[in-house]
């Protein structure tokens, strides 16, 4: 398929523990493993579902051109949920008809 993606890594993982109202970045640095370029141009990168614990934007716009191959870091800025309890949350790069091309997901467990 033209528009693919792998994760190649991200920090926090799965299940990250934090107390509540603690700031935390997520970062995912994800290999374009399509056939096609993502040009900034026509992708964004945009939250998809789930629980509401970013700060800023739902929608951030992809900064550069990522070809075959080449690996593209996305930040979030989060801050964690003030009761105790697992949340999650879901982000995507969309192409140009929303439609999303690779889906991105975080659990935290937010602890006293």
């Not at 739902?58 to 070809?67: G, P, Y």
């Not at 949350?89 to 991105?104: A, E, F, M």
């Not at 997901?105 to 937010?110: A, E, F, K, T």
């Amino acid at each position: 398929p033209p528009y693919q993606c792998h994760i190649v890594r991200q920090a926090p993982g799965y299940g990250y523990e934090i107390t509540p109202g603690g700031n935390f970045d997520i970062t995912w640095a994800v290999r374009n493993s399509g056939t096609a370029t993502w040009d900034p141009q026509t992708f964004d990168f945009v939250y998809l579902k789930g629980d509401k614990f970013h700060k800023f934007a739902d929608r951030q716009d992809l900064t550069n051109v990522v070809e075959q191959g080449d690996i593209h870091d996305f930040f979030v800025n989060m801050v964690a949920p003030n009761q105790p309890g697992l949340y999650q949350t879901w982000w995507s790069l969309v192409d140009g008809h929303q439609t999303p091309v690779c889906i991105l997901y975080l659990s935290i467990n937010v602890v006293e």
